[in-house]
């Protein structure tokens, strides 16, 4: 059985940093696209980093690119999402997502992603 495990999430001040870590087991791992999602009260659940976890290839949305990163360590099924400079719209909860997708670069909707972890919260305080 798929399981997903988020860590590192906490409270931080405006201009710190964060590193998340999603730890994946219980499933064949081969073609496996990992994402991080976030979603604020009221808002739509949105994709910030994305790896593509056989190749290496990132995506970042608008809002997070230049500050987070995204990567991966096969020899521990983990993937980290390593958070600099944060800002109070920063604070979320956040969600660890997996698919499988042998084609073409990794999908970036929340409906294409079928196993989740519980999510971790971050806050950012001013």
């Known amino acids: 059985q798929a399981r997903l495990v988020e860590s590192g999430g906490g409270s931080v001040q405006a201009g710190g940093s964060l590193r998340l870590s999603c730890k994946y087991s219980?499933?064949?791992?081969?073609?496996?696209?990992v994402a991080w999602f976030r979603q604020a009260p009221g808002k739509e659940r949105e994709a910030v980093a994305i790896?593509?976890?056989?190749?290496?290839?990132?995506s970042y949305s608008d809002s997070v690119k230049g500050r987070f990163t995204i990567s991966h360590d096969d020899d521990q099924n983990t993937v980290y999402l390593q958070m600099n400079r944060l800002s109070v719209d920063d604070t979320d909860m956040y969600y660890c997502?997996?698919?499988?997708?042998?084609?073409?670069?990794?999908?970036?909707?929340?409906?294409?992603?079928?196993?989740w972890g519980q999510g971790t919260q971050v806050t950012v305080s001013s």
């Open positions: 790896i593509q976890a056989w190749s290496g290839t990132t």
């Open positions: 997502a997996t698919r499988s997708q042998v084609i073409g670069p990794c999908a970036t909707g929340r409906s294409k992603y079928t196993r």
């Open positions: 219980g499933y064949d791992d081969n073609y496996n696209c």
